[in-house]
């Protein structure tokens, strides 16, 4: 077999076989394939596309290229979320301890931030002592206490598709449903949950910009699902605007603790509660409806707070913060930004102030930079809100002074105004089951 012959194959619009996609995975693994002529096929992938056939057994064989993480102690109750990546996206840290505290089993690898995207391990970080990088036995003797733990993407996860990943990242490949789709779910397959809802954020803040490729992508992640015996559901979400009012780390887990405090943030709880409950119904068997009270009950009563707090502290973070939000420590800047004329915010450019916030210091553009959990943006106005010159829309939390102009101006350049208000669009455009 010839990895030639079958770029030539694909190049030409032919489905690959299951042992050419094994040989050609297989031969990147172990460098007997050279990066060349892998780059040539994944360019012939992105404008040929592949059926549900190819795209199952790439995923399946990215998946078993590494480490399968073993969770059959815990019988079918397994869950895990999976977001595509959005600005102020810290819904792990609310779904997590609302699962566990009715019954299901959140163990759960996540991965850091880079660019404009926000990461849940990045986000956990910012809390003092937390450790994301417990042994597996650890990760597992916590998960039978508390019923939830959330760690780093272990290096022997997938490893076929971090190679495969890094190469497109260079190649303007990134951007093909069947690499995307067999990518995330080679991933999550491997954790091993048995019960799976991912969250596809379309917008101007997501990877995806439009509902019909949103719906083609949770379809195609769906069908690998089901093919490989898992339940498994799809939440196709707005990212036309960020989510919720915080966009950096320890802010974004203090507007996550607001929300278990049952604190109205109404987007925010919106689309967290329908993730829940879609895994709340996946595992138990209950309805959506029953699903979405049993949700409302453990915030109002209190319970997912004290499930948070106890995977919080079991972790090794101090869980003082959840009531002196200080110990999180706080920037040297706090700059206010103010409206330039009346009217109403008409839009927002998510992935622009996703930068902002990055360029404040929340975020990073290669794996390698440091953040500084404390900066970031909090929002005081949103998509829609009517506002009045020099009313404050922004507050910029940063100790790197000399990139406050340069913030502003990216700010400015992501939101629009308008004299009239803006037709609402949907929260969530849709569940694929």
């Given at each position: 077999m010839r990895l030639y012959d079958i770029i030539e194959k694909k190049r030409d619009g032919f489905e690959l076989s299951d042992e050419e996609i094994k040989f050609f995975i297989g031969g990147y693994v172990d460098g007997t394939v050279p990066e060349y002529q892998i780059s040539a096929l994944l360019m012939a992938?992105?404008?040929r596309g592949m059926n549900d056939r190819?795209?199952?057994t790439l995923t399946h064989t990215m998946m078993h290229s590494g480490d399968i993480v073993d969770l059959s102690e815990f019988g079918s109750v397994t869950v895990d979320k999976h977001s595509t990546g959005?600005?102020?996206d810290k819904t792990s840290l609310i779904v997590a301890p609302i699962v566990a505290s009715l019954g299901g089993i959140m163990a759960k690898m996540s991965g850091r931030g880079l660019g404009h995207t926000g990461g849940t391990v990045d986000k956990l970080e910012s809390i003092p002592g937390f450790d994301t990088g417990i042994s597996s036995e650890a990760f597992l003797e916590q998960v039978r206490k508390v019923g939830v733990a959330v760690i780093g993407s272990t290096k022997n996860l997938a490893p076929a598709d971090k190679k495969l990943y890094a190469l497109r990242?260079?190649?303007a490949t990134v951007n093909s449903?069947?690499?995307?789709?067999?990518?995330?779910m080679s991933k999550k397959l491997a954790a091993g949950a048995h019960n799976i809802v991912l969250d596809v954020k379309i917008g101007s803040g997501a990877f995806l910009k439009d509902e019909e490729e949103g719906r083609?992508?949770?379809e195609k992640m769906v069908n690998i699902g089901k093919n490989s015996g898992r339940n498994i559901a799809a939440v196709i979400t707005d990212m036309d605007r960020p989510l919720g009012f915080a966009v950096g780390n320890s802010v974004e887990v203090l507007e996550a603790v607001s929300v278990l405090k049952c604190e109205k943030i109404d987007d925010l709880y919106t689309v967290c509660k329908a993730l829940a409950s879609n895994l709340l119904s996946l595992c138990h068997g209950w309805s959506i409806e029953e699903s979405e009270a049993k949700v409302d009950e453990v915030i109002k009563n209190g319970t997912a707070l004290e499930t948070f707090k106890n995977w919080i502290s079991a972790q090794g973070g101090d869980i003082s913060f959840v009531d002196e939000p200080s110990v999180l420590g706080k920037t040297d800047f706090e700059i206010e930004i103010t409206a330039q004329q009346d009217g109403y915010i008409s839009g927002m450019d998510a992935a622009m102030i996703g930068k902002t916030a990055s360029v404040l210091g929340a975020g990073r553009e290669t794996l390698d930079d440091v953040i500084d959990h404390t900066a970031g943006i909090i929002l005081k106005k949103k998509t829609g809100d009517a506002v009045k010159k020099g009313e404050v829309i922004a507050?910029?939390?940063t100790s790197k002074e000399d990139k406050i102009e340069t913030a502003k101006n990216m700010f400015a350049s992501a939101v629009e105004f308008s004299t009239e208000k803006p037709k609402?669009?949907?929260l969530i455009y849709g569940i694929v089951k």
């Open positions: 992938i992105f404008f190819e795209i199952t959005g600005v102020g990242d260079v190649t449903i069947p690499l995307i789709a067999s990518s995330i083609l992508l949770a507050v910029f939390l609402d669009k949907p």
